[in-house]
């Protein structure tokens, strides 16, 4: 994984009961030491982590990540009550700052909790699943757009 791009994940909290969500993850260097993450006010995430101190970012296929939008239920598996799904690569962070902010678009305006995470631990299944990123759908979309340009 690279500094800077974003990696769709699927990220496991604690709080009144286990959640995961899909949520775009930056590191904040070319290895998995630190992450941010961008939460929107009124998820599950967001509560959980503005009480919560811990949290795992599972490295899922899309299908999973695709499920994580549908159900909060799974099969859990806790690291010192920590969330996480189990036969995936999976880091464990601390939260070291939280920062609040109101974001303003053209839809509106919104709270945004940008959280910064060290991590504290990590669980290697030996899977060969490569995190899916941002930019590589982009550069498909690209090439789909262009070849029905072609025609």
């Known amino acids: 994984m690279l500094k800077y791009m974003i990696y769709e994940v699927v990220v496991c909290t604690n709080g ?18 630190n992450v941010r993450l961008h939460l929107f006010f009124g998820s599950h995430t967001y509560d959980n982590l503005l009480k919560e101190n811990y949290f ?3 490295v899922v296929e ?6 994580a939008v549908i159900t ?10 920590i969330p996480y799904i189990e036969g995936y690569y999976t880091i464990f962070y601390k939260v070291v700052r939280r920062k609040i902010i109101t974001k ?7 709270k945004l909790m940008i959280i910064e995470g060290e991590k504290i631990h990590k669980i290697d299944f ?11 759908g982009l550069i ?3 090439a789909i757009l262009y070849s029905r340009n072609t025609y």
């Open 126 to 136: 030996n899977k060969d699943i490569k995190p899916y990123c941002r930019a590589d």
């Open 140 to 142: 498909v979309e690209m």
């Open 62 to 67: 899309p299908l999973k990540i695709a499920e």
């Open 72 to 81: 909060d239920e799974d099969n859990y598996k806790f690291f010192k009550n």
């Open 104 to 110: 303003k678009d053209d839809i509106g305006e919104t």
């Open 16 to 33: 009144k009961r286990p959640n995961k969500a899909p949520i775009g993850i930056y590191l904040k260097d070319n290895k998995d030491n």
């Open 56 to 58: 795992s970012v599972n």
